[in-house]
RNA sequence: GGAGAGAUGGCCGAGUAGGUCGAAGGCGCUCGCCUGCUAAGCGAGUAUACUGGGAAACCGGUAUCGAGGGUUCGAAUCCCUCUCUCUCCGCCA
């Protein structure tokens, strides 16, 4: 959420950044709103100061009938004190509600752009590999090879959910280890292995709630939500904390299987593994001194491209455009991986910086001094990577013309030294 | 699921016949003094949020003793609800 004291005072500015995200207006009625509340807050707490100094007054008189007068007079400010509170607490709820849903300031370093045809590309690495035959898309590999049954995964709970099985199931597995150990043993994560259900204040720190709540999967009682991504629990690991400031930049990997209801997305890639509603992701996140955000996410984005380097998997690095970035980030890397057997480069991490955004909703900050006044932290993270299509990659750029698929070596110790699933 | 105990400041821990308690004391930490180093000792300071004033240093107000509500002129203290933690039983991987 963005701090008012900044909306206040540079109105204009912010409302300006924010429509560079299209839309808007994002902050109609937010100053009316935001002096309101001072008004009453100040005419609310001088009735309160008064109350407190007479209440004293009559706390050092032993006979209390000498302060009749007084008790009944503040019997009249404590009922419109009570009043008070009450609208107060309407105007905070309101106002409140209003921040919560007013999203992120793009980055200055963000490119401007409407949509996702405006995004940049930054780098690409290695080269479409050339076929001698037609390019298969994962599905048919998969089935073919026995390995990803989606009429069972349908039969067993509905679309968009999937069977692995054999050396497809073997596989999955195999790429989390991977994953893990190169950013544990290499990048130098922490990792941690977090719930996969959190409560309703983890999902507004970091921003999923109170506006997507329609695209999550919602236990009803107790009233837990199915993680959308690990990083909705690992940034809250820090949730209302104060972090010591030589502990930073603190780096976390998560493995977590990920459940989306993926609201507003039916019709798209109905086949296949890309978009289902329980994926497997490895997350990288970091909570950053704010004059190091910049470097830490340039960083955790080469340790997701490491990844692909490692199983020789081409891509490439795109910076979204204003009008494509997400809610809560401000600036964001997608790595697009190369799918031969669609023909495209398709989204397999997106790694986003989210400067004090996340950290004020959820209070996790740090001290510059010893003495000086708790800061907001920055937050960033990123996939590393998207598990499930990084299997389809593996088969997209690794199949034979005899339906076989070569794995790539980097992976082959995961997999029990297994070099090809025939 | 059943029974019980608890939740106070960075930590430990007082405080329950309601008022002078933002909260004793200790530890830790910071600054200063002292000491030939270290240790000890002495003195001062040491929460957060919102908010008013101020260029700032800073000064003032309000709130916060798990959360929310109630009683009262006044609540850490009394009442109600909830959450979490711990112990025992049950159940289970």
Redesign the pocket.
Known sequence: MLD??FIRENLDEAERRLQSRGGGPYLDGIKEL?EKR?NL??E???L??E??????E??KVKD?SLVQQ??QD??A??QR??EQDEEL?QLDEELQLFLLTVPNLPDPSTPVGASEVDNVEVRSWGSPRQFSFAAKPHWEIGETLGILDFERGAKLTGARFTLYRGAGARMERALISFMLDLHTGQHGYEEVLPPFMVNRESMTGTGQLPKFEDDLFKIAD?EYFLIPTAEVPVTNIHRGE?LKKIDLPIRYAAYSPCFRREAGSYGKDTRGLIRQHQFNKVELVKFAHPSESAAELEKLTLDAEKVLQLLELPYRVMALCSGDIGFSAAKTYDIEVWLPGQSCYREISSCSSFGDFQARRASI?F?EE??S??EFVHTINGSGLAVGRTLVAILENGQQEDGTVVIPKALRPYMGGLERIR
């Open positions: 008012m004291k935001d001072r807050l100040y609310n707490e001088t309160k100061a109350r407190n100094r007479v209440s004293d009559i706390a209390k007084q008790i503040m019997r400010v404590s004190i009570k607490k107790p104060i900050r001290r010893e003495k006044k708790p």
